[in-house]
């Protein structure tokens, strides 16, 4: 079993700040890229943000230079700060990540079941 749980969510008025951390547990080998997405009701999931093994990262313009991606692969964890939040960044925000479960396998895509980001004044 390989679980993403996510946390950190919750509400904060405009201009405040959280802090996203999801951890993976279970039957880990390796994990490649982890990234955050995010999803407004009525909204396509949009990428807000991807780290790469070797710690490269992308941002959805809208988060640039207010968003921030990270990862502790020692606590198998990706972590996405938050600054100067806009109540258009209200959304459920989950965690993926490709994980290799056994060496001798291929990387497969998992998801966590999502925390709630409300940016409300």
């Known amino acids: 079993q390989v679980q993403l749980v996510e946390s950190g969510g919750g509400v904060v008025q405009p201009g405040g700040s959280l802090t996203l951390s999801c951890a993976a547990s279970g039957t880990i080998a390796s994990i490649n890229d982890m990234a955050w997405y995010r999803q407004a009701p009525g909204k396509r999931r949009e990428l807000v943000a991807r780290?790469?093994?070797?710690?490269?990262?992308e941002y959805l313009d809208t988060v640039k230079g207010r968003f921030s991606i990270s990862r502790d692969n020692a606590k198998n964890t990706v972590i996405l700060q938050m600054n100067s939040l806009k109540p258009e960044d209200t959304a459920v925000y989950y965690c993926t990540a490709k994980i290799l479960r056994h060496w001798n396998l291929d990387y497969g895509s998992y998801w966590g079941q999502g925390t709630q980001v409300t940016v409300s004044s």
């Open positions: 780290i790469t093994e070797t710690f490269s990262t």
